[in-house]
């Protein structure tokens, strides 16, 4: 399960994203981030030191994560398990989730930390390059949240989906039930 890091540490990050479709600051997952991550890495031309660094925080990056998943993995059998007993307490799950929240919360601050200090090892023209390449992230987010302008132009219908044409089915806009 993939979940969205819900921090700054998504906005700084999703400058290592280059390449890929922006997504607002919020909806950015730190796990995708880090596989294209070589990217940016290459384009900063990090001396031996950064780049000694940028490894070590990378790698502490991807255990966080790890550790992450594992957890979840865990708390979605302890759930599974919880919901299948017969006097199941909703109160008691929902400790489950608070618990999940708040290691999730000290994770962030945690990864943000990370990328923070290679941050301060770079110099003023590498900052500089990153902080364009979030500014461009960031400026291509459309106003509606992760909708893309071109979805953003297509007329909505009711119900749970859009009409699309060229597909089987009638290929038109249903009416709305009577009721």
């Known amino acids: 399960m993939k979940y969205p890091i819900k921090s700054c540490l998504a906005a700084v990050l999703s400058c290592l994203c280059v390449h890929a479709r922006a997504l607002p600051a919020m909806d950015v997952q730190v796990d995708v981030l ?6 940016m890495k290459q384009a900063l031309h990090l001396t031996p030191n950064q780049q ?7 790698a502490k990056m991807r255990n966080i994560i790890d550790e992450r998943r594992h957890r979840r993995e ?3 059998d302890a759930l599974k398990q919880g919901l299948g007993k017969p006097n199941a307490e909703l109160r008691d799950l929902s400790k489950l989730y608070d618990d999940e929240a708040d290691a999730s919360l000290r994770e962030d601050r ?5 990328f923070l200090t290679v ?3 770079l110099d003023d023209g590498q900052r500089q390059a990153v902080l364009l390449a979030l500014n461009d992230q960031l400026q291509r987010v ?9 979805d ?4 909505h219908t009711r119900g749970m989906g859009r009409q ?15 009721q």
């Open 34 to 39: 880090l596989s294209q991550s070589a990217d």
């Open 52 to 58: 000694t660094l940028w490894r070590q925080a990378e």
């Open 74 to 76: 865990r708390l979605q």
């Open 110 to 114: 945690q990864l943000r930390e990370l």
């Open 119 to 121: 941050n301060d090892a």
């Open 142 to 150: 459309p106003d509606k949240g992760c909708e893309s302008a071109r």
């Open 152 to 155: 953003s132009e297509q007329p």
């Open 164 to 178: 699309r044409g060229g597909g089987s089915g009638g290929g038109g806009q249903q009416p709305p039930p009577q």
